[in-house]
Protein backbone atom coordinates (compact mmCIF):
# COMPACT_ATOMS: atom_id res chain seq x y z
CA UNK A 1 0.00 0.00 0.00
CA UNK A 2 2.78 2.07 0.72
CA UNK A 3 3.63 2.30 -2.94
CA UNK A 4 0.59 2.81 -4.03
CA UNK A 5 0.23 5.98 -1.95
CA UNK A 6 3.56 7.28 -2.65
CA UNK A 7 3.69 6.65 -6.17
CA UNK A 8 3.62 9.69 -8.00
CA UNK A 9 0.20 11.13 -9.87
CA UNK A 10 -0.70 10.20 -13.40
CA UNK A 11 -3.02 13.26 -15.82
CA UNK A 12 -5.28 15.19 -14.13
CA UNK A 13 -3.57 14.92 -10.85
CA UNK A 14 -4.80 11.10 -10.37
CA UNK A 15 -3.53 8.06 -9.43
CA UNK A 16 -1.76 6.38 -12.44
CA UNK A 17 -3.79 4.04 -14.45
CA UNK A 18 -1.06 0.80 -15.19
CA UNK A 19 1.03 -0.30 -11.97
CA UNK A 20 5.10 -0.23 -12.55
CA UNK A 21 4.67 -3.72 -14.38
CA UNK A 22 1.91 -2.80 -16.64
CA UNK A 23 -0.89 -4.24 -14.80
CA UNK A 24 -4.02 -2.41 -14.27
CA UNK A 25 -3.48 -0.02 -11.29
CA UNK A 26 -7.03 -1.34 -10.19
CA UNK A 27 -6.43 -4.60 -10.25
CA UNK A 28 -3.30 -4.63 -8.13
CA UNK A 29 -4.47 -2.50 -5.90
CA UNK A 30 -8.11 -4.12 -5.63
CA UNK A 31 -5.89 -6.89 -4.13
CA UNK A 32 -5.58 -5.31 -0.72
CA UNK A 33 -8.49 -2.07 -1.08
CA UNK A 34 -12.17 -3.20 -1.29
CA UNK A 35 -14.73 -1.28 -2.96
CA UNK A 36 -17.61 0.38 -2.36
CA UNK A 37 -20.75 1.25 -3.93
CA UNK A 38 -19.11 5.00 -5.10
CA UNK A 39 -15.88 4.28 -5.21
CA UNK A 40 -13.34 1.65 -6.50
CA UNK A 41 -10.46 0.44 -4.42
CA UNK A 42 -8.49 2.59 -6.31
CA UNK A 43 -10.42 5.65 -6.10
CA UNK A 44 -10.13 5.25 -2.64
CA UNK A 45 -6.52 5.19 -2.07
CA UNK A 46 -6.07 7.52 -4.75
CA UNK A 47 -7.74 9.77 -2.45
CA UNK A 48 -4.06 9.13 -0.07
CA UNK A 49 -2.21 9.32 -2.79
CA UNK A 50 -3.05 12.23 -4.18
CA UNK A 51 -2.55 13.84 -0.44
CA UNK A 52 0.75 12.41 0.27
CA UNK A 53 1.94 14.74 -3.05
CA UNK A 54 0.17 17.52 -1.92
CA UNK A 55 1.67 17.96 1.12
CA UNK A 56 5.10 16.90 0.57
CA UNK A 57 5.17 19.62 -2.23
CA UNK A 58 3.37 22.23 -0.65
CA UNK A 59 6.15 21.74 2.14
CA UNK A 60 8.84 22.05 -0.10
CA UNK A 61 6.75 24.93 -2.48
CA UNK A 62 6.68 26.82 0.65
CA UNK A 63 9.84 26.09 2.28
CA UNK A 64 12.39 27.03 -1.22
CA UNK A 65 10.80 30.15 -2.40
CA UNK A 66 14.73 30.92 -4.16
CA UNK A 67 15.23 27.83 -5.39
CA UNK A 68 11.75 28.00 -7.10
CA UNK A 69 13.02 31.24 -8.57
CA UNK A 70 16.04 30.48 -9.44
CA UNK A 71 14.76 27.21 -11.62
CA UNK A 72 10.95 28.96 -12.46
CA UNK A 73 7.96 26.75 -11.37
CA UNK A 74 8.11 24.32 -13.40
CA UNK A 75 11.65 23.47 -13.61
CA UNK A 76 11.47 23.19 -9.67
CA UNK A 77 8.04 20.94 -9.78
CA UNK A 78 10.31 18.62 -11.85
CA UNK A 79 13.18 18.31 -9.66
CA UNK A 80 10.95 18.34 -6.29
CA UNK A 81 8.80 15.60 -7.35
CA UNK A 82 12.05 13.54 -8.73
CA UNK A 83 13.73 14.34 -5.47
CA UNK A 84 10.52 12.79 -3.76
CA UNK A 85 10.62 9.93 -5.96
CA UNK A 86 14.70 8.97 -5.34
CA UNK A 87 14.66 10.02 -1.98
CA UNK A 88 11.80 10.04 0.32
CA UNK A 89 11.65 11.34 3.75
CA UNK A 90 13.69 9.33 6.21
CA UNK A 91 12.61 11.87 9.26
CA UNK A 92 9.40 11.59 11.42
CA UNK A 93 9.20 15.24 10.41
CA UNK A 94 8.04 17.52 7.58
CA UNK A 95 10.69 19.81 8.59
CA UNK A 96 13.49 17.86 7.46
CA UNK A 97 12.26 17.11 4.06
CA UNK A 98 15.11 19.31 2.14
CA UNK A 99 17.84 18.04 4.41
CA UNK A 100 19.39 15.95 1.11
CA UNK A 101 18.36 18.04 -1.72
CA UNK A 102 21.19 20.17 -2.36
CA UNK A 103 23.19 17.03 -2.51
CA UNK A 104 20.55 15.81 -4.82
CA UNK A 105 20.99 18.99 -6.82
CA UNK A 106 24.82 18.41 -7.10
CA UNK A 107 24.06 14.25 -8.53
CA UNK A 108 21.51 14.65 -10.57
CA UNK A 109 22.56 17.94 -12.58
CA UNK A 110 20.56 17.33 -15.53
CA UNK A 111 17.44 18.13 -13.73
CA UNK A 112 18.94 22.13 -13.00
CA UNK A 113 21.19 22.96 -15.82
CA UNK A 114 22.30 25.47 -16.70
CA UNK A 115 21.66 26.44 -13.24
CA UNK A 116 23.29 23.74 -11.56
CA UNK A 117 25.73 25.09 -8.86
CA UNK A 118 23.23 28.32 -8.53
CA UNK A 119 20.78 25.69 -7.54
CA UNK A 120 22.87 24.21 -4.86
CA UNK A 121 24.24 26.98 -3.26
CA UNK A 122 20.49 28.60 -2.91
CA UNK A 123 19.26 24.76 -1.61
CA UNK A 124 22.02 25.15 1.12
CA UNK A 125 21.24 28.92 1.78
CA UNK A 126 17.94 27.68 2.48
CA UNK A 127 18.30 24.86 4.29
CA UNK A 128 20.71 26.37 6.76
CA UNK A 129 17.81 28.95 7.39
CA UNK A 130 15.57 26.32 8.18
CA UNK A 131 18.52 24.64 10.47
CA UNK A 132 19.07 28.00 12.47
CA UNK A 133 15.43 28.92 13.23
CA UNK A 134 15.00 26.46 15.13
CA UNK A 135 18.59 25.47 16.08
CA UNK A 136 20.06 25.54 19.72
CA UNK A 137 21.81 28.46 21.10
CA UNK A 138 23.39 28.09 24.27
CA UNK A 139 24.03 31.11 26.97
CA UNK A 140 27.05 33.06 25.03
CA UNK A 141 30.45 33.83 26.21
CA UNK A 142 31.21 36.56 28.21
CA UNK A 143 34.31 38.85 28.55
CA UNK A 144 34.40 37.14 31.93
CA UNK A 145 34.80 33.85 30.46
CA UNK A 146 37.73 35.06 28.36
CA UNK A 147 39.83 36.00 30.87
CA UNK A 148 39.68 32.04 32.73
CA UNK A 149 41.67 30.63 30.14
CA UNK A 150 45.06 32.18 28.87
CA UNK A 151 44.60 33.43 25.28
CA UNK A 152 47.04 30.62 24.23
CA UNK A 153 44.83 27.86 25.01
CA UNK A 154 41.69 29.67 25.03
CA UNK A 155 39.65 27.50 22.71
CA UNK A 156 35.11 28.38 22.15
CA UNK A 157 32.18 26.86 20.58
CA UNK A 158 30.18 28.64 17.91
CA UNK A 159 26.26 29.06 18.83
CA UNK A 160 25.24 25.42 17.34
CA UNK A 161 22.48 27.77 14.97
CA UNK A 162 25.23 29.69 13.66
CA UNK A 163 26.04 28.02 9.98
CA UNK A 164 28.79 29.04 7.79
CA UNK A 165 28.81 28.78 4.31
CA UNK A 166 30.68 29.20 1.31
CA UNK A 167 29.14 29.68 -1.97
CA UNK A 168 29.89 30.44 -5.63
CA UNK A 169 26.94 32.56 -5.72
CA UNK A 170 25.36 35.89 -3.85
CA UNK A 171 22.45 34.04 -2.85
CA UNK A 172 21.97 36.29 0.08
CA UNK A 173 21.78 39.04 -1.68
CA UNK A 174 19.26 37.46 -4.56
CA UNK A 175 16.81 36.43 -2.00
CA UNK A 176 16.53 40.03 -0.58
CA UNK A 177 16.30 41.26 -4.17
CA UNK A 178 13.41 38.68 -4.54
CA UNK A 179 11.74 39.38 -0.85
CA UNK A 180 11.67 43.08 -2.27
CA UNK A 181 10.39 42.24 -5.70
CA UNK A 182 7.32 40.20 -3.93
CA UNK A 183 6.88 42.48 -1.28
CA UNK A 184 6.55 45.35 -4.73
CA UNK A 185 4.26 43.22 -6.48
CA UNK A 186 2.35 42.87 -3.17
CA UNK A 187 1.30 46.89 -2.67
CA UNK A 188 1.05 47.66 -6.29
CA UNK A 189 -1.96 44.72 -6.43
CA UNK A 190 -3.28 46.33 -2.99
CA UNK A 191 -3.69 49.24 -4.64
CA UNK A 192 -4.99 48.47 -8.56
CA UNK A 193 -5.41 45.36 -7.94
CA UNK A 194 -7.74 45.03 -11.10
CA UNK A 195 -5.14 46.11 -13.50
CA UNK A 196 -2.50 44.70 -11.51
CA UNK A 197 -3.94 40.89 -12.29
CA UNK A 198 -2.92 40.95 -15.62
CA UNK A 199 0.61 42.31 -15.59
CA UNK A 200 3.37 39.64 -14.13
CA UNK A 201 5.83 40.80 -11.57
CA UNK A 202 9.12 41.95 -13.44
CA UNK A 203 11.85 39.10 -12.92
CA UNK A 204 14.95 39.38 -10.76
CA UNK A 205 18.02 38.79 -12.54
CA UNK A 206 19.60 35.59 -11.48
CA UNK A 207 23.08 36.61 -9.86
CA UNK A 208 26.38 36.29 -11.40
CA UNK A 209 28.97 33.82 -9.76
CA UNK A 210 30.89 35.26 -6.97
CA UNK A 211 32.21 33.35 -3.98
CA UNK A 212 30.46 34.38 -1.10
CA UNK A 213 31.13 33.16 2.37
CA UNK A 214 28.38 33.50 4.75
CA UNK A 215 27.26 33.44 8.34
CA UNK A 216 23.12 32.61 9.25
CA UNK A 217 22.52 33.18 12.00
CA UNK A 218 19.63 33.98 14.66
CA UNK A 219 19.02 36.84 16.59
CA UNK A 220 16.14 37.45 19.00
CA UNK A 221 14.02 35.00 16.70
CA UNK A 222 14.84 36.99 13.44
CA UNK A 223 17.25 34.87 11.17
CA UNK A 224 20.22 37.18 9.58
CA UNK A 225 22.54 36.75 6.95
CA UNK A 226 26.06 38.07 7.73
CA UNK A 227 29.24 38.25 4.34
CA UNK A 228 32.51 37.32 5.22
CA UNK A 229 35.60 37.87 4.37
CA UNK A 230 37.80 35.04 3.58
CA UNK A 231 39.81 35.61 6.23
CA UNK A 232 36.97 35.98 8.86
CA UNK A 233 35.63 32.96 7.05
CA UNK A 234 39.00 31.17 7.90
CA UNK A 235 39.06 31.80 11.77
CA UNK A 236 35.31 31.05 12.45
CA UNK A 237 35.58 27.78 11.02
CA UNK A 238 38.73 27.18 12.70
CA UNK A 239 37.52 28.05 16.01
CA UNK A 240 34.32 25.91 15.29
CA UNK A 241 36.74 22.98 14.61
CA UNK A 242 38.40 22.93 17.84
CA UNK A 243 41.57 25.11 17.17
CA UNK A 244 43.04 27.44 19.84
CA UNK A 245 42.24 31.38 19.40
CA UNK A 246 46.19 31.91 18.20
CA UNK A 247 45.62 28.95 15.95
CA UNK A 248 42.37 30.37 14.40
CA UNK A 249 44.17 33.82 14.24
CA UNK A 250 47.25 32.45 12.18
CA UNK A 251 44.54 30.47 9.96
CA UNK A 252 42.67 34.22 9.20
CA UNK A 253 46.23 34.27 6.77
CA UNK A 254 49.46 36.79 7.18
CA UNK A 255 48.09 39.43 5.26
CA UNK A 256 45.37 40.23 8.49
CA UNK A 257 46.09 43.07 10.69
CA UNK A 258 45.70 42.43 14.58
CA UNK A 259 43.32 45.83 14.41
CA UNK A 260 41.15 43.94 11.70
CA UNK A 261 41.12 40.35 14.13
CA UNK A 262 39.94 42.76 16.90
CA UNK A 263 37.29 44.28 15.25
CA UNK A 264 35.71 41.24 13.81
CA UNK A 265 35.96 39.76 17.35
CA UNK A 266 34.34 42.33 19.12
CA UNK A 267 31.51 42.31 16.76
CA UNK A 268 31.07 38.67 17.27
CA UNK A 269 31.16 38.87 20.85
CA UNK A 270 28.44 41.44 20.66
CA UNK A 271 26.49 39.10 18.19
CA UNK A 272 26.79 36.41 21.22
CA UNK A 273 28.12 34.47 18.20
CA UNK A 274 31.02 32.40 20.83
CA UNK A 275 29.73 30.34 23.63
CA UNK A 276 32.06 28.44 26.57
CA UNK A 277 33.59 24.89 24.88
CA UNK B 1 -15.07 9.68 32.04
CA UNK B 2 -14.26 13.76 33.12
CA UNK B 3 -11.08 12.52 35.65
CA UNK B 4 -9.09 9.32 34.62
CA UNK B 5 -6.06 7.10 34.43
CA UNK B 6 -6.16 8.08 30.99
CA UNK B 7 -5.87 11.60 31.33
CA UNK B 8 -3.44 12.00 34.11
CA UNK B 9 -6.75 12.63 36.71
CA UNK B 10 -7.26 16.00 34.62
CA UNK B 11 -10.81 17.22 34.72
CA UNK B 12 -9.99 19.91 31.98
CA UNK B 13 -12.52 21.44 29.66
CA UNK B 14 -12.27 23.25 26.40
CA UNK B 15 -9.13 23.21 24.78
CA UNK B 16 -8.15 25.29 21.57
CA UNK B 17 -5.45 23.94 19.24
CA UNK B 18 -2.43 26.51 19.61
CA UNK B 19 -1.66 27.58 15.61
CA UNK B 20 0.49 29.98 14.37
CA UNK B 21 -1.63 32.57 13.53
CA UNK B 22 -2.58 33.01 16.77
CA UNK B 23 0.27 33.22 18.68
CA UNK B 24 0.47 37.01 19.03
CA UNK B 25 -3.28 37.38 19.79
CA UNK B 26 -2.55 34.53 22.54
CA UNK B 27 0.71 36.66 24.04
CA UNK B 28 -0.90 39.93 23.84
CA UNK B 29 -4.49 39.30 25.00
CA UNK B 30 -3.95 36.59 27.20
CA UNK B 31 -7.47 34.94 26.44
CA UNK B 32 -8.99 33.16 29.38
CA UNK B 33 -8.79 29.41 27.83
CA UNK B 34 -9.43 26.33 29.25
CA UNK B 35 -6.08 24.63 27.24
CA UNK B 36 -4.17 24.51 24.92
CA UNK B 37 -3.32 21.36 22.91
CA UNK B 38 -0.30 21.72 20.85
CA UNK B 39 1.17 20.21 17.89
CA UNK B 40 4.35 17.62 19.01
CA UNK B 41 5.89 17.70 16.17
CA UNK B 42 6.09 21.73 15.81
CA UNK B 43 8.03 22.10 19.28
CA UNK B 44 10.50 19.09 19.26
CA UNK B 45 13.40 21.36 17.79
CA UNK B 46 16.62 22.23 20.02
CA UNK B 47 15.27 26.46 20.11
CA UNK B 48 14.01 29.11 18.47
CA UNK B 49 10.86 31.14 18.19
CA UNK B 50 8.72 27.53 18.69
CA UNK B 51 10.23 26.51 21.92
CA UNK B 52 10.36 30.69 22.82
CA UNK B 53 6.80 30.69 22.35
CA UNK B 54 5.87 27.37 24.15
CA UNK B 55 7.88 28.22 27.15
CA UNK B 56 5.31 31.70 27.40
CA UNK B 57 2.22 30.17 26.97
CA UNK B 58 3.05 27.41 29.40
CA UNK B 59 3.89 30.30 32.20
CA UNK B 60 -0.01 30.75 31.85
CA UNK B 61 -1.55 28.32 30.46
CA UNK B 62 -2.51 23.90 30.48
CA UNK B 63 -1.02 22.53 27.95
CA UNK B 64 -1.53 18.77 26.00
CA UNK B 65 0.44 17.10 23.42
CA UNK B 66 -0.93 15.72 20.54
CA UNK B 67 1.27 13.76 17.61
CA UNK B 68 0.94 12.84 14.29
CA UNK B 69 3.75 10.25 13.85
CA UNK B 70 4.44 7.71 16.33
CA UNK B 71 2.75 5.74 14.03
CA UNK B 72 1.79 3.11 16.34
CA UNK B 73 0.38 1.14 13.89
CA UNK B 74 3.76 0.84 11.67
CA UNK B 75 5.74 -2.03 11.87
CA UNK B 76 8.93 0.11 12.45
CA UNK B 77 10.06 -0.20 16.08
CA UNK B 78 9.86 3.35 17.73
CA UNK B 79 12.57 5.74 16.66
CA UNK B 80 14.87 5.87 19.16
CA UNK B 81 16.04 9.59 18.15
CA UNK B 82 12.08 10.89 17.96
CA UNK B 83 10.94 8.90 21.45
CA UNK B 84 14.10 11.10 22.88
CA UNK B 85 12.68 14.47 21.22
CA UNK B 86 9.62 13.39 22.49
CA UNK B 87 10.38 12.70 25.79
CA UNK B 88 12.44 15.94 26.42
CA UNK B 89 9.11 18.02 25.48
CA UNK B 90 6.85 15.91 27.38
CA UNK B 91 9.22 17.16 30.56
CA UNK B 92 9.43 20.67 29.47
CA UNK B 93 5.31 20.82 28.83
CA UNK B 94 4.24 18.77 31.89
CA UNK B 95 1.87 17.33 29.48
CA UNK B 96 -0.63 15.25 32.10
CA UNK B 97 -1.04 12.65 28.69
CA UNK B 98 -0.24 12.50 25.04
CA UNK B 99 -2.15 11.49 22.40
CA UNK B 100 -1.66 10.30 18.87
CA UNK B 101 -3.46 8.47 15.87
CA UNK B 102 -4.63 4.88 15.63
CA UNK B 103 -2.87 4.58 11.84
CA UNK B 104 0.47 3.81 10.64
CA UNK B 105 2.29 6.19 8.06
CA UNK B 106 6.06 4.51 7.70
CA UNK B 107 7.67 1.24 6.28
CA UNK B 108 11.15 0.64 6.97
CA UNK B 109 12.12 4.19 8.20
CA UNK B 110 10.52 5.79 5.04
CA UNK B 111 7.46 8.54 5.94
CA UNK B 112 4.25 9.09 4.26
CA UNK B 113 3.64 11.81 6.67
CA UNK B 114 -0.51 10.63 6.68
CA UNK B 115 -2.25 9.01 8.59
CA UNK B 116 -3.19 6.05 7.33
CA UNK B 117 -5.90 3.48 7.62
CA UNK B 118 -5.20 -0.34 9.68
CA UNK B 119 -6.07 -3.56 8.08
CA UNK B 120 -8.48 -4.38 11.44
CA UNK B 121 -7.08 -8.12 12.55
CA UNK B 122 -6.29 -9.22 15.90
CA UNK B 123 -2.12 -9.51 14.81
CA UNK B 124 -2.24 -6.03 14.04
CA UNK B 125 -4.58 -5.36 16.97
CA UNK B 126 -1.71 -6.97 19.08
CA UNK B 127 1.16 -5.50 17.42
CA UNK B 128 0.06 -1.79 17.66
CA UNK B 129 -0.82 -2.45 21.81
CA UNK B 130 2.58 -3.53 21.78
CA UNK B 131 4.15 -0.37 21.02
CA UNK B 132 1.67 1.43 22.56
CA UNK B 133 3.08 0.09 26.05
CA UNK B 134 6.77 0.86 24.80
CA UNK B 135 5.78 4.38 24.18
CA UNK B 136 4.53 4.99 27.27
CA UNK B 137 7.05 2.89 29.43
CA UNK B 138 9.70 4.87 27.98
CA UNK B 139 7.66 8.73 27.93
CA UNK B 140 6.45 7.85 30.90
CA UNK B 141 3.36 9.52 30.35
CA UNK B 142 -0.17 8.30 29.66
CA UNK B 143 -1.20 7.59 26.31
CA UNK B 144 -4.69 8.16 24.33
CA UNK B 145 -4.76 6.78 21.02
CA UNK B 146 -7.38 8.70 18.72
CA UNK B 147 -9.26 7.01 16.01
CA UNK B 148 -8.73 8.68 12.45
CA UNK B 149 -11.11 9.59 9.55
CA UNK B 150 -10.76 6.75 6.78
CA UNK B 151 -11.65 6.27 3.29
CA UNK B 152 -10.28 3.49 2.33
CA UNK B 153 -10.89 -0.56 3.88
CA UNK B 154 -8.95 -3.95 3.58
CA UNK B 155 -9.93 -7.26 2.71
CA UNK B 156 -7.71 -8.27 5.12
CA UNK B 157 -9.90 -6.68 8.24
CA UNK B 158 -11.54 -9.23 10.39
CA UNK B 159 -13.56 -6.88 12.49
CA UNK B 160 -14.93 -3.16 12.66
CA UNK B 161 -13.36 -0.01 13.12
CA UNK B 162 -14.89 0.16 16.87
CA UNK B 163 -13.67 -3.45 17.85
CA UNK B 164 -10.41 -3.23 16.45
CA UNK B 165 -10.04 -0.03 18.19
CA UNK B 166 -11.52 -1.56 21.79
CA UNK B 167 -9.26 -3.81 21.00
CA UNK B 168 -6.50 -2.01 20.37
CA UNK B 169 -6.64 -0.54 23.80
CA UNK B 170 -7.78 -2.99 26.10
CA UNK B 171 -4.38 -5.24 25.15
CA UNK B 172 -2.07 -1.52 25.80
CA UNK B 173 -4.14 -0.27 28.64
CA UNK B 174 -4.39 2.63 27.48
CA UNK B 175 -7.20 5.74 26.72
CA UNK B 176 -8.90 6.83 23.52
CA UNK B 177 -9.10 10.29 22.31
CA UNK B 178 -12.55 9.86 20.66
CA UNK B 179 -12.94 12.09 17.46
CA UNK B 180 -16.58 12.60 17.08
CA UNK B 181 -15.78 14.24 13.53
CA UNK B 182 -13.75 11.57 12.46
CA UNK B 183 -16.11 8.70 13.75
CA UNK B 184 -18.82 10.59 12.02
CA UNK B 185 -16.51 11.11 8.57
CA UNK B 186 -15.61 7.43 8.33
CA UNK B 187 -19.35 6.43 9.00
CA UNK B 188 -20.18 8.25 5.70
CA UNK B 189 -17.43 6.95 3.44
CA UNK B 190 -18.14 3.13 5.14
CA UNK B 191 -21.65 3.41 5.55
CA UNK B 192 -22.01 2.34 9.26
CA UNK B 193 -24.24 3.96 11.68
CA UNK B 194 -21.82 6.44 13.78
CA UNK B 195 -24.51 6.24 16.89
CA UNK B 196 -23.17 2.16 16.73
CA UNK B 197 -19.65 3.05 16.73
CA UNK B 198 -20.25 5.59 19.91
CA UNK B 199 -21.84 2.45 21.67
CA UNK B 200 -19.47 0.20 21.34
CA UNK B 201 -16.40 1.58 22.49
CA UNK B 202 -15.30 1.31 26.54
CA UNK B 203 -16.28 5.10 27.10
CA UNK B 204 -14.23 4.34 30.68
CA UNK B 205 -11.14 5.21 28.30
CA UNK B 206 -12.20 7.74 26.75
CA UNK B 207 -9.71 10.74 28.22
CA UNK B 208 -10.03 13.33 25.28
CA UNK B 209 -12.62 14.18 22.52
CA UNK B 210 -11.79 16.07 19.32
CA UNK B 211 -14.45 17.92 17.41
CA UNK B 212 -13.37 19.74 13.86
CA UNK B 213 -15.63 20.15 10.61
CA UNK B 214 -15.17 18.66 7.69
CA UNK B 215 -15.65 18.72 3.96
CA UNK B 216 -18.41 16.87 1.53
CA UNK B 217 -17.43 16.41 -1.84
CA UNK B 218 -19.73 14.19 -4.39
CA UNK B 219 -18.32 10.44 -3.38
CA UNK B 220 -16.74 10.77 0.00
CA UNK B 221 -16.23 13.34 3.47
CA UNK B 222 -13.22 14.42 3.59
CA UNK B 223 -11.61 15.65 7.47
CA UNK B 224 -10.66 19.02 6.53
CA UNK B 225 -10.39 20.67 9.68
CA UNK B 226 -11.30 24.16 7.80
CA UNK B 227 -14.87 24.62 9.07
CA UNK B 228 -16.97 24.82 12.14
CA UNK B 229 -18.33 22.24 13.36
CA UNK B 230 -21.63 20.37 11.58
CA UNK B 231 -24.60 19.90 12.85
CA UNK B 232 -24.45 16.50 13.15
CA UNK B 233 -21.07 16.22 14.39
CA UNK B 234 -22.42 18.07 17.40
CA UNK B 235 -25.72 15.54 17.83
CA UNK B 236 -23.02 12.82 18.02
CA UNK B 237 -20.88 14.83 20.23
CA UNK B 238 -24.11 15.58 22.89
CA UNK B 239 -24.32 11.64 22.44
CA UNK B 240 -20.92 10.96 23.28
CA UNK B 241 -20.49 12.92 26.24
CA UNK B 242 -23.86 11.37 27.96
CA UNK B 243 -22.16 7.73 27.36
CA UNK B 244 -18.53 9.17 28.45
CA UNK B 245 -19.64 11.86 30.96
CA UNK B 246 -18.00 15.70 30.52
CA UNK B 247 -14.48 14.96 29.09
CA UNK B 248 -11.83 17.47 28.34
CA UNK B 249 -12.88 18.50 24.68
CA UNK B 250 -10.57 20.06 21.53
CA UNK B 251 -11.70 21.97 18.29
CA UNK B 252 -9.16 21.25 16.11
CA UNK B 253 -9.11 24.26 12.95
CA UNK B 254 -5.91 24.08 11.06
CA UNK B 255 -6.73 25.20 7.67
CA UNK B 256 -8.30 28.34 6.48
CA UNK B 257 -7.97 29.44 10.17
CA UNK B 258 -10.10 32.64 11.07
CA UNK B 259 -9.50 35.17 14.46
CA UNK B 260 -9.01 33.48 17.65
CA UNK B 261 -12.08 34.68 18.71
CA UNK B 262 -13.98 33.17 16.42
CA UNK B 263 -12.22 29.40 17.10
CA UNK B 264 -12.93 30.25 20.77
CA UNK B 265 -16.60 30.65 20.00
CA UNK B 266 -16.54 27.84 17.79
CA UNK B 267 -15.37 25.58 20.39
CA UNK B 268 -17.31 27.07 23.68
CA UNK B 269 -20.45 25.62 21.72
CA UNK B 270 -19.39 22.48 23.16
CA UNK B 271 -20.77 24.15 26.67
CA UNK B 272 -24.09 23.50 25.68
CA UNK B 273 -23.98 19.74 25.07
CA UNK B 274 -21.98 19.55 28.22
CA UNK B 275 -24.68 21.39 30.01
CA UNK B 276 -27.35 18.77 28.36
CA UNK B 277 -25.23 16.01 29.50
CA UNK B 278 -24.58 17.38 33.68
CA UNK B 279 -28.58 17.64 33.30
CA UNK B 280 -29.13 14.12 31.60
CA UNK B 281 -26.79 12.74 34.55
CA UNK B 282 -28.19 14.69 37.65
CA UNK B 283 -31.79 13.10 36.78
CA UNK B 284 -30.21 9.71 35.88
CA UNK B 285 -28.73 10.17 39.59
CA UNK B 286 -31.99 10.58 40.89
CA UNK B 287 -33.52 8.59 39.46
Known amino acids: MMHAVTRPLGPGQRSQRRWDDGRAAKEVVGTFSKDNERLSGLERIEIYNRMYWFRTLDSLYEDLPGLRAVLGERKFMRLIETYLVKQPSRSFTLRDLPSRLGKFIRSHRSLTAPHTALAADMTSFEWAQIECFDGASRPPMTPADLTKTPPGRLRMNLQPQLRLLVLRYPVDDYAIALKRNAMRADASNAVESAKASNRSTPRVRRPKAKRTYLAVHRHEGTIYFKNLELASYRMLTALRDGKTLPQAVAAAGPRVKPAQVQAWFANWMQLGWFCPR | ?287
Open chain 2, 1 to 287: MPANAFNGFNDFGIGLGLRVPHYGHILEQKPVVDWFEIISETFMVDGGRPLEVLDEILEQYRVVQHGVSLYFGSADKPDRHQLRRLKALCKRTQTPWLSDHLCWGSVDGTYSHDLLPMPYTFSAAKRTAEKIRQVRDYLEVPICVENVSSYAAFHQSEMTEWEFLSEVVERADCGILLDVNNIYVSSKNHDFDPYVYLNEVPHHRVGQMHIAGHTKFEKYLLDTHDHPVLDPVWKLYAHATKLCGVTATLLEWDDKIPSFDEVHHEALKANEFIDGAKEAQTTSARA
